[in-house]
């Protein structure tokens, strides 16, 4: 099956990275939003990342304009109807993914494939609810979408072959590399990412040495682009508290067992860069204040 038409349910950090890659991979692409405002700030995010691949030389200015013209926004799921594709990125709230779908499956045609952009959740919780689990799966982008190479293609037990091939070619020509992966919680990179970044707020509990240390420890020991809390900072509090319960509460295994620090910074409110604070301080912009505040 070949796929021109996109549909991007969610206007926010992730769903507008995504919007904005398929629009520049040549998609004809709609974007829904629950209201005009969430449209206009999530482009307001899609102009502000081309300037950056623009002042990165990785596009022409020509080539950012025909990109933000092959975007639209709506408010209305029925303007979904002749997608051949929809990417949901909603929030991570199994109830708000389903509620979606439901509405979806009722207005596209049965061979649009539907994605979910979940980090966490089970793809086929949301596919059993629909009437084409075979033509349902996970497309797990990474932060910052534009910039990040590799989407995970997730596929569900009811996920078919056919699904799965349309999907690893739609990512190729996104120009990511896919990897695909089966329906498992945080499936490959969050399954391995969430207990070292774990590990490194016990370690910081257990006074092994300050968040700048562990950050540049690991930035200089193992070349990573971030340091653990830069990360958590960087992704947010909260999410990675919400991802870690869902893969506790799965696996059991106290590798992915909320350190007790963690759930009081969220309970602090202490989200991240988003909220000016979480192991680091912001300022208004979100750029790093020099010193370290953690107590
Ligand atoms: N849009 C467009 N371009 C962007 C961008 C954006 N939002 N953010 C960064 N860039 C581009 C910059 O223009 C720059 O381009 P050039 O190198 O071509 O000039 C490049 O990316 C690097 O950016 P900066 O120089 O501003 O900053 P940096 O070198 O510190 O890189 C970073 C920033 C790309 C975020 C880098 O720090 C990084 O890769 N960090 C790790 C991110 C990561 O691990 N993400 C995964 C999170 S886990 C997740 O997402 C899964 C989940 O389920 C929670």
Redesign the pocket.
């Known amino acids: 099956m070949e796929i021109t038409k996109v549909g991007v349910v969610g206007f926010g950090l ?1 769903g507008s ?1 995504i919007a ?1 890659v398929c629009a520049q991979a040549g998609f004809d692409t709609l974007v829904r939003e629950v209201d005009q405002s969430f449209i206009d700030k999530g482009f307001a ?1 899609v102009d ?3 300037a ?2 623009v ?4 596009a022409t200015e020509d080539q950012a304009k025909a990109a933000r013209g092959r975007m639209r926004g709506t408010t209305s799921l029925a303007d979904f109807n002749d997608r051949d594709l929809v990417i949901e990125a909603v929030i991570e709230v199994i109830g708000a993914k389903k509620q979606v779908f439901g509405e979806l499956d009722a207005v596209c045609g049965p061979e649009t494939i539907f994605c979910s952009n979940t ?2 959740l089970t793809i086929v919780e949301m596919a059993a609810t629909t009437k084409r689990p075979d033509r349902f799966a996970g497309l ?9 190479p590799l989407v995970e293609v997730v596929q569900a037990i009811t996920t078919s072959d056919a699904t799965v091939a349309t999907l690893h070619a739609f990512v190729t020509k996104l120009g990511k590399t896919p990897a695909v992966c089966k329906d498992t919680p945080g499936f490959i ?2 399954r391995l ?1 969430v207990p070292y970044l774990l590990g490194a707020i016990r370690a910081l509990e257990q006074g092994v040495a300050t968040v700048e240390d562990i950050d540049n420890a690991v930035k200089l020991g193992l070349r ?3 340091g653990p809390f ?2 958590i900072d ?2 947010g509090l909260d ?2 508290l919400h ?1 870690a319960n869902i893969l506790f509460e799965e696996f059991r295994d106290p590798s992915v067992a909320p350190p007790a620090l963690l759930k009081r910074m969220v309970l602090a409110g202490r989200l991240g860069a988003k909220a000016g604070r979480g192991f680091y301080e912001y300022d208004e912009k979100g750029q790093k204040k020099p010193s370290t505040p953690t107590k």
């Open positions: 992730m990275g904005q995010r502000s990342s081309l950056r691949v002042k990165a030389g990785r980090s966490s797990h982008f990474f932060n910052p979408a534009p910039v990040m990179v969050n990412l990573h682009p971030m830069e990360l960087y992704t999410i990675n991802v």
